[in-house]
């Protein structure tokens, strides 16, 4: 168990490009969810996946934002036509679903984004 | 919907002595968890203690203890014996329905001075 994984950790761009993020969760961890956190708040809710199904999506995840878990595994998010209101903290977290209780979520260390 | 309410933005302690911090929920839902996590400057989120909702016997771990009133939604968290690695953002959480989303307060920033 290595622990969930984001990559990169920090990343800046440039207003209007694209920027893709990846989340590698623990290890059959079949539920993996994305939050994002701006400075001094608490994190917000973005979008989780059961397995490789998409299945809630905030209303904070505007189309600019997809989010994609093909084979079940790693996660991407990718940040289409970047806006500086995008500068924020992208937090990946997963949890297992095959035992019943209240396993909390396990985070990885986030990837920070500066949108200048 | 479900909401978080942490009230103290910032608070301090000296090292050795014990705080405790305030959180309030709501939610329509019977069958819920609650949670606070620690996310140190720089460093990511980690779990501090869980409280189940159907247990009245308040959750405690090592130095780490809640004081949960479910009538009252409160989940506050007492750190007893607080140490300078405690400085950190703490974060009341909640989940509850099918998809078990947390739902988070804005935080509480607690520095301990040596």
Redesign the interface.
């Given at each position: 168990d290595t622990g969930v994984s984001q990559d990169p950790r920090h990343k800046i761009t440039k207003r209007g490009q694209n920027v893709t993020f990846r989340c590698d969760p623990i290890s059959e961890h079949n539920?993996l969810?994305w939050?994002r956190q701006t400075l001094?708040?608490?994190?917000?809710?973005l979008t989780?996946f059961q397995n490789e199904a998409q299945?809630?999506k905030s209303r904070l995840l505007s189309d600019r934002f997809s989010a994609e878990r093909p084979k079940g595994s790693f996660s991407t998010l990718e940040i289409q036509r970047t806006e500086q209101g995008d500068s924020a903290m992208y937090?990946c977290?997963s949890?297992p679903t095959w035992l019943a209780?209240?396993y909390?979520?396990?985070?990885?260390?986030?990837t920070r984004l500066t949108v200048t | 919907a479900q909401t978080?309410t942490q009230s103290q933005p910032e608070m301090s302690v000296q090292e050795a002595e014990t705080v405790t911090l305030s959180c309030t929920y709501d939610t329509s839902e019977n069958n819920y968890?609650l949670?606070w996590?620690k996310q140190p400057p720089s460093?990511?989120?980690?779990?501090v203690i869980?409280q189940?909702a159907y247990k009245q016997q308040n959750a405690t771990e090592n130095r780490f203890s809640v004081n949960f009133q479910k009538a009252a939604k409160s989940f506050s968290l007492k750190i007893s014996d607080s140490q300078l690695g405690d400085t950190a953002m703490y974060?009341c959480?909640c989940?509850a329905g099918n998809?078990?989303?947390?739902?988070?307060?804005?935080?509480t920033s607690l520095a301990v001075n040596p």
């Open positions: 539920r969810y939050y001094g708040q608490g994190p917000e809710f989780y299945l809630e937090l977290a949890r209780g209240p909390e979520q396990y985070f990885g260390p986030g | 978080v968890y949670f996590y460093r990511q989120m980690i779990l869980r189940e974060f959480a989940n998809n078990r989303k947390l739902i988070w307060g804005l935080g």
